[in-house]
């Protein structure tokens, strides 16, 4: 098995050169290579002594990359997957570009997404100190199923030592792994918080232990929120490291936990992004950093662009927010940031899953999950609906109270720019899905975008 | 007029909710929820339309144990011609058994079907089928097969599976009990068998709400699934 690993690991790193030089960077064929020469590959390269695991259904990538970004900012040598895929390719793709071609680590931590179904690959051989869950909610109906089989999942397969950071507001995730030593993070009561969910999607509706009813003493959105049961007493857990006092004027928010609190500058206004950065604190002080340092890491570090961007354009703000395509949940999150936005906003939706149109036809169940109900705003003018799934997205607008009158609709996606009116002073959303080829397409519609408003500008 | 959905706290699996809401809101219907510790309405009073959707592997038990005492009572009603749409695995809570992993967890027994499911072997497809005439678009992502005997089915599968992946005929019928496996909004991507639901419900011009918008999906939608160069199942 040794020999079948070296030559795995010298094969794969022969590749990545390879894949250098003819414009192939980026991909996961590495680890494909090396699982493929060595199934056990993950099990025999080196990786860093310490290592810090990022799974669940929202929020993975945000809060990977903000550790990873604060790690390496107090001067560690961090290996992370950022730029490649979270599945046991990904992982070993990474693992082995951290290795020297004589199996040394050159890192010193490893901060890894990890994909909710590639637990049962990954975690027999790569045995994170540390394991933050962000949440489970619904996601790709096809991979996913509902986030009961998630949990049960990530229950059966996550490594016995490994100390789980969980999200205490989400009675799902908070649930996995029972026997795993355990904190939880939470942010307590917002302004803006209800009791009744408002959402199509809610994951929790009855108490996952006795069947009863669930009361929330407070609910952000969806099944996230401080919860009983009436019938059996079951609620949801105390907090060990709490966000509280979110001040959106100042941007700031408290983290607090038993050993004292701090001040932290927030990154982004939407709740997502708070919880994002409330996982990443609570991973870094479960790491040994005292607040005071991570609060200085915080200063020094912003989101990653490809998740969100805004620009002024002539008289027109072009923003790029992504809204995970066939994920009720996370396009839900951003119609309601976009429409809390202030201003007179068009929307360019273009969440399709370009991929899967290659492959057969994508399943838009997730559409009636979703609140495309929050897009019925006075402030939201116009919508263009655009790509494959267009149509479709055309008439959930409509079933959502959306007036006619407000939403066009283009077959192609550099068309639809066209269609935007670009008026002064009006900001432009781009909402768009995940994988590469939507990326793609995204960042070219945004191209052409940023040159309607320049020529409307003059 | 009223349409009952049952137990929606837990049959509310991948926008299949939205099946009852939208055929309400195209005929004017009051939509009424039946929770797992309520007596079914339907019982006792006039309800056009009985609506349950798909649910969790916990969830079908707990719709299985709520659901049995008024089994006979759905018999009745199906017998007189009234009106039930099952979607998604809302079908196997009907059939004798579910069998997964060498467990046999008893289910109502109305139809002689059991399913066979395999957690790690998620069927993800498109469909394309007929029901009469009609043609039926829809999506198939689910943990398990139905096997025995089904007759003809709800829909002809031109496309995709049937109550499993070796016979034509999909779903379940028997009289106006409708079930399938298809999930998500079938009602929604269907119009022309939304109206006919509506028509079952004793509404003489049906009428659906954004038709138009409703069938021009739709019509591009039976166009890419009739393309035989377009892949059908997912991986």
Redesign the interface.
């Known amino acids: 098995m040794k020999l079948r690993f070296i030559l795995a690991l010298w094969a794969a790193k022969l590749s990545q050169p390879l894949l250098k030089i003819t414009g192939h960077k980026g991909t996961n064929f590495p680890g494909e290579l090396a699982l493929k020469l060595c199934p056990e590959f993950l099990r025999y390269i080196a990786k860093p002594a310490r290592i810090v695991a990022v799974t669940g259904t929202d929020g993975k990538t945000s809060v990977t990359n903000l550790i990873c970004d604060m790690l390496e900012a107090s001067g560690q040598r961090v290996l992370s997957n950022r730029a490649g895929a979270n599945t046991n390719a990904g992982v070993a793709t990474c693992l082995l570009s951290g290795a020297t071609i004589f199996n040394r680590t050159k890192f010193d931590v490893a901060a890894l997404e990890v994909d909710e179904r590639s637990a049962a690959r990954v975690y027999p051989y790569v045995k994170p100190q540390l394991i933050a869950v962000t949440n489970l909610f ?1 996601d790709s ?3 996913n ?2 986030p ?2 998630i949990a049960s999942f990530l229950t059966a397969n996550l490594p016995a030592g490994s100390k789980l950071v969980l999200n205490a507001d989400d009675l799902i995730s908070s649930s996995v792994a029972p026997d795993n030593p355990r904190v939880y993070f939470g942010l307590d009561r917002l302004p803006t918080d209800v009791t009744d969910c408002v959402n ?1 999607l ?1 994951d929790l ?2 108490c996952p232990k006795c ?1 009863g009813k669930l009361e929330y003493e407070y609910r952000r959105y969806h099944h996230i929120g401080r919860a009983r049961c009436v019938d059996c007493g079951f609620r949801s857990p105390d907090y060990d490291y709490e966000g509280k006092d979110v001040d959106l004027a100042n941007m700031t928010m408290t983290v607090a936990d038993k050993s004292g609190s701090q001040t932290y500058r927030l990154l982004s206004d939407s709740i997502f992004n708070i919880y994002n950065l409330l996982t990443a604190v609570a991973v870094l002080r479960e790491m040994g950093m005292d607040h005071q340092t991570i609060a200085g890491l915080a200063e020094k570090i912003d989101i990653v662009s490809s998740r969100f961007q805004a620009e002024k354009v002539g008289q027109v703000e072009v923003v790029m927010q992504m809204a995970k395509d066939r994920n ?1 949940l996370a396009c839900s999150r951003a119609f309601d940031y976009v429409a809390s936005r202030p201003g007179e906003k068009e929307i360019l939706l273009m969440m399709n899953n370009l991929s ?1 149109e ?4 994508e ?7 979703c609140d495309f109900e929050f897009l019925n705003n006075e402030q939201i003018t116009h919508i263009v609906t655009t790509g494959p799934r267009g ?2 997205y ?2 959930r607008l ?2 959502a109270g959306v007036p006619e009158e407000r939403i066009s609709w283009a077959r192609k996606e550099m068309d639809a720019a066209d269609k935007l009116y670009l008026r002064p002073g009006s900001s432009v959303y781009i909402l768009y899905g995940a994988d590469n080829r939507s990326l793609d397409m995204a960042f070219r519609v945004r191209e052409k975008v940023v040159k309607l408003a320049e020529e409307a500008g003059k | 007029m009223k349409i009952e959905v049952i137990y ?3 049959c ?7 099946n009852a809401e ?1 055929l309400a ?1 195209s005929c004017g219907a009051e939509l009424v929820n039946t929770g ?1 510790k309520e007596k079914p309405r339907f019982l006792s009073e006039e309800i056009p339309l009985v609506f349950m959707g798909t649910t ?4 079908q038990e ?1 719709a299985r144990d709520a659901f049995a005492p008024w089994l006979d009572g759905l018999k009745q009603r199906t017998q007189a011609g009234g009106l039930t749409l099952l979607t998604g695995n809302a079908l196997e809570l009907f059939g004798e058994y579910v069998q997964e992993d060498g467990n046999r967890i008893p289910m109502l027994g109305l139809f002689p079907i059991h399913a066979e499911r395999r ?1 790690m072997a ?1 069927y ?1 497809s ?1 469909y394309l089928g007929k029901y009469g005439e009609m043609d039926i678009v829809g ?1 198939k ?1 689910q ?1 398990s097969h139905s096997y025995g005997d089904n007759g003809e089915g709800l829909f002809t599968t031109t496309r995709g599976a049937g109550l499993n992946p070796d016979v034509k005929a999909e779903g379940l019928r028997w009289n106006n009990l409708m079930a399938t496996y298809l ?3 079938l009602t ?2 269907n119009p022309p068998f939304a109206k006919e639901l509506l028509r079952l419900m004793g509404v003489e011009e049906p009428h659906l ?2 038709e138009e ?2 069938m ?2 739709y019509r ?2 039976v166009e ?2 009739s393309d035989p160069n ?6």
């Open positions: 619904r109906i096809m991979r199923g509902h009961e089989f199509r809610n509706r009855i069947a009720a899967d290659v492959e057969w036809s399943n838009v169940c997730w559409l009636y999950d149509k479709d055309n008439l409509r079933l | 929606p706290e837990i509310n699996l991948y926008g299949d909710l939205m939208y809101r797992l969790t592997e916990r969830g707990l957690m998620r993800n498109l999506f992502s943990f999930v998500g909004p929604i991507v709400e954004f918008a409703a021009d999906a591009t939608r890419e699934f377009r892949g059908f199942t997912y991986h």
